[in-house]
């Protein structure tokens, strides 16, 4: 089944410590991308990745570091993480940007 | 800065009803898609849309792209309890980044 697979589902951390949400799709897949979902301020994007190798800051990328060393795979990394990044983040990827697109099922993390 | 305005933010109505949501852009767009999430869960795909004047259907859902490539709407036929989520936009303007639109929450009341 042609999927976006996201893990952890749910994370509860503290104020600090590293963390690494996982993003791996089975579509061959060139193009990644993380968003970030808030209340009132909808999706708003991370990072996205072109191909393996290149990636881009989206509007939001402060706090957050990605790597694409495999087509595959697009880990969002979070060194320190904050309070003020408790959200819900997706993982999507597609041919090209935007264009059928395909959503991981989200990963809810809360900073305390 | 938000590139893409939906509204309503929110909309209640009866099952049966036909409804309308709307999205504007603030400048041309290259593709617009309409999404539909169920809360909590992942986006799901429902249409893209590339050509002014655009118009596609699928099932009751029929979308529109007006012709200056600025706006589009999203229309329900006798809505349904399955229908209820929240209906994101989302444009391609360059073909690397992509912006969504804050969303519109539809409730359907049996």
Redesign the interface.
């Known amino acids: 089944e042609a999927q976006?697979t996201q893990n952890p589902r749910y994370l509860i951390t503290v104020t600090g410590k590293k963390l690494t949400v996982t993003c791996s799709q089975n579509m061959n897949h060139e193009y990644m991308?993380w968003?970030r979902q808030d209340p009132?301020?909808?999706?708003?994007?991370i990072y996205?990745s072109?191909n393996v190798e290149v990636t881009?800051k989206?509007d939001v990328p402060e706090g957050y570091k990605v790597s694409r060393k495999e087509k595959r795979n697009f880990p969002l990394i979070l060194e320190s993480p904050s309070p003020n990044q408790t959200s819900?983040y997706?993982c999507?990827s597609s041919w090209?940007?935007?264009?059928?697109?395909?959503?991981?099922?989200?990963t809810?993390l809360t900073v305390v | 800065s938000q590139e893409l305005e939906q509204s309503p933010q929110s909309l209640i109505v009866q099952e049966g009803k036909n409804l309308t949501i709307n999205c504007t852009s603030s400048k041309t767009l290259y593709g617009l898609y309409w999404y539909k999430q169920k809360y909590g869960e992942g986006l799901i795909f429902l249409m893209m849309l590339q050509k002014g004047g655009e118009e596609k259907s699928h099932e009751k859902i029929t979308a529109k792209l007006d012709e200056k490539k600025q706006q589009s709407s999203l229309h329900i036929t006798a809505s349904q309890p399955s229908h209820a989520g929240i209906y994101l936009c989302g444009a391609d303007y360059t073909g690397n980044q992509f912006y969504f639109g804050t969303g519109t929450s539809l409730t359907v009341i049996p």
């Open positions: 976006v991308s968003y009132g301020l909808g999706l708003r994007q996205y072109m881009d989206g819900l997706f999507a090209t940007g935007g264009y059928g697109y395909t959503f991981g099922s989200g809810r």
